[in-house]
């Protein structure tokens, strides 16, 4: 399965069967976090067969999660651009698990940061979660804004350009507020950039990987 096919098969799945993550599913997906760390300098850490990443209280319940005994820790040192990298690199992994076989769902809150067992460096901060594991389902596609309300061209876009749009329209992002946007400059130069809000750094990141897989060009870069 190829990329622009994981994009579109990705949805958040809350709840998970007790089927334990091992063998070459396991050893892949270790291999592809410490490819992202490599690349981005962050610590992003698994924490696998625990049951203490959710409380059992109502808490978990009101946001629907069961049966939770895995999660992939984004943790990095702090600055101003740790929410986006967390968001690109944390999809990163979220496409490997879904070629996989694997299931997954974002978290901003609501888990025990104290039972997670990772390790957190001085200087370093844990941005967010990634529940994962084998679903009870593959669970079901979000509502999505019109990529017109996505991306802006002063001319008509191109291909690439569009398809870059249409893979970042299933980004999964807060609340699925899409607040991202892509505008196309001279020279085939592409201006990601997102409002105010909470979690929209982490949701930028996120839909700039998605861009890379749908636009996949040669033709344009980012805006440096």
Same mark, same amino acid.
């Given at each position: ?8 098969? @990705?949805?958040?799945? @809350? *709840?998970?069967?007790?089927? %334990?993550? =091992?063998?070459?599913? *396991?050893?892949?997906? +270790?291999?592809? $976090?410490?490819?992202?760390?490599? =690349?981005?300098?962050?610590? $992003?850490?698994?924490? +696998? ?9 109502? +808490?978990? *319940?009101?946001? +629907? ?6 999660? #992939?820790? $984004?943790?990095? =040192? ?14 990163? #992994?979220?496409?490997?698990? %879904?070629?996989?076989?694997?299931? !997954? ?13 990772? =390790? ?10 990634? !529940?994962?594991?084998?679903?009870? &389902? ?8 019109? $990529? ?26 807060? @609340?699925?507020?899409? /607040? ?13 950039? !997102? ?7 982490? &949701?930028?990141?996120?839909? /700039? ?6 636009? &996949? ?8």
């Amino acid at each position: 399965m190829d990329l622009q096919e994981v994009v579109k098969k @990705r949805h958040a799945v @809350r *709840k998970y069967t007790d089927k %334990t993550i =091992e063998g070459d599913t *396991k050893k892949d997906l +270790l291999e592809i $976090i410490d490819k992202c760390n490599k =690349e981005s300098g962050l610590n $992003i850490q698994a924490c +696998l067969d625990n049951e203490e990443i959710f409380s059992k209280g109502f +808490l978990s *319940k009101f946001m +629907l999660f069961e049966n939770v005994k895995n999660c #992939i820790a $984004i943790v990095g =040192e702090k600055s101003k651009d740790l929410d986006e990298k967390a968001g690109y690199y944390g999809e990163k #992994i979220v496409i490997k698990a %879904t070629q996989l076989g694997l299931n !997954t769902c974002w978290v901003a809150g609501g888990y025990n940061k104290n039972k997670i067992n990772v =390790e957190i460096e001085k200087g370093e901060k844990l941005v967010i979660i990634i !529940t994962i594991g084998y679903g009870i &389902d593959n669970g079901k596609s979000h509502k999505v804004k019109p $990529i017109e309300m996505l991306g802006f061209a002063k001319d008509e876009m191109p291909i690439w350009f569009k398809n870059g749009l249409k893979s970042a329209q299933l980004a999964p992002t807060a @609340r699925n507020q899409q /607040k991202f946007k892509f505008t196309l400059l001279d020279e085939n130069i592409v201006k990601a950039e !997102t409002s105010f809000g909470f979690f929209t750094k982490i &949701d930028l990141g996120i839909a /700039k990987y998605h861009f890379e897989i749908g636009a &996949d060009s040669k033709e344009w870069s980012w805006e440096s």
